[in-house]
């Protein structure tokens, strides 16, 4: 099964991706922490919302920089937006089913009572850096040929 999954992930693609992914990755969780911070004061359960909007921000940004940089396809703008968005949307609800799970568990088992959101949203960035990247190269820049890759 590792054979598999590894054999679907070209090594220079999914160098580009991790160097796109990082810096996204950075942007995203530090929106998010700074969203939950922002509004945590006001909103219950402010770190929901916080998720809800940075991963609607950063959704875009990546788009563009994977088209650009790591996938390297050309037109269908409006088509691979709306697969990445499908894709992105669909790690993002996992992502925010599986943060209140998180917190709780964090919260309740240990002592991390205040920092339990930031933890747990640290927690869920790789699995949903994987499953993105497979998302994306199978389905939504499935398009481009293998020489734009």
Same mark, same amino acid.
């Given at each position: ?40 004061? +006001? ?6 919302? !916080?998720?809800? $909007? *940075?991963? @609607?921000?950063?959704?875009? #940004?990546?788009?563009? &920089? ?41 919260? +309740? ?6 920092? !339990?959101?930031? $933890? *747990?949203? @640290?927690?869920?960035?790789? #699995?949903?850096?994987? &499953? ?18």
């Amino acid at each position: 099964m590792l054979a598999k999954l590894t054999a679907q992930i070209p090594p220079e693609q999914f160098s580009r991706y991790l160097v796109v992914g990082l810096w996204n990755t950075a942007f995203g969780y530090g929106s998010y922490a700074g969203l939950t911070a922002l509004l945590t004061p +006001h909103v219950p359960h402010a770190y929901i919302l !916080a998720s809800v $909007i *940075a991963n @609607a921000v950063t959704i875009t #940004l990546a788009f563009l &920089a994977y088209k650009w940089f790591v996938f390297r396809t050309r037109g269908n703008y409006l088509r691979e937006w709306i697969r990445c968005m499908a894709v992105y949307g669909g790690s993002a609800l996992i992502g925010i089913l599986l943060l209140p799970v998180l917190v709780f568990g964090l919260r +309740h088992f240990t002592r991390f009572n205040a920092s !339990a959101p930031y $933890i *747990a949203g @640290a927690m869920l960035l790789g #699995l949903i850096a994987v &499953a993105s990247f497979l998302g994306h190269r199978n389905f939504s820049f499935a398009g481009g040929s293998a020489a734009q890759r």
